[in-house]
């Protein structure tokens, strides 16, 4: 039956990673069965490391500047608080999920050690490491966010968790009404950017439509650190 299963799922046509989680939790299906003496097998024997397709190693995908360029000239078209998001995103290289929940009040003012002089920085929960953060960022960023909040300000007031929301269903293509209690999903996201993509023809150099999605600005700003010379430790603290 194992046997037929794995030669099933081969031929299947499904995903070399889904095949690895339904194998995977096959397997774990037949430790639990053991450890409460549901019956026994030896799982090791009937799934082994080479049963597991192998996945290949995927490359950290950037977005090129000439994509860059052309989404940035046509970001008018989108709705204002998505834009907002864009550009934040843009600067900062956060996850997805960190820049959805950025709080409210997220700007934080700090003055320069030795100096009279203000700068700006952004607050945000870091999911991986499970503590807040602050991002360095310019004033025309910290600009975008006061416009935001202003944006915000104007439905909610002050009460307001998010920075950002998700779209209120008496929304249209021409309007953005903020729903106050929903934050923007991945999939909606990545959806404005794409159809944004498809209606302005933004191509890469083979004329192929490029599929966009959030983690690509995440890589962008690390690539382009370094190739503006920002030492790679750096980076990676960043």
Known sequence: MVVDFLCKMRSSGIKETSINHKISGLKMFFEVGNTYKLFRVDANSLITKRDYPRIPESIPRFIPSYILKQLNEHLDWLPEPVARMVIVLQACGMRYREL?????????????HGSEEKKWSIR?????LKQDRMLPISDEIASIVKKQQRFIRSYFGDSHEYLFTGRDLKSNTKSFYPSKDRV???DSFNVYLNNLAKDYN???ENGKLWEFSSHQFRHTVGTEAIQNGVPFHIVMKL
Do not use: H, Q, R
Not at 100 to 112: G, K
Not at 124 to 128: A, P, S
């Open 184 to 186: 923007m999903s991945l």
């Open 100 to 112: 959805a929940t950025i709080p409210f009040n997220c700007l934080v003012c700090l003055s320069v």
């Open 124 to 128: 945000f929960y870091d999911y991986k």
């Open 202 to 204: 933004i191509k890469d």
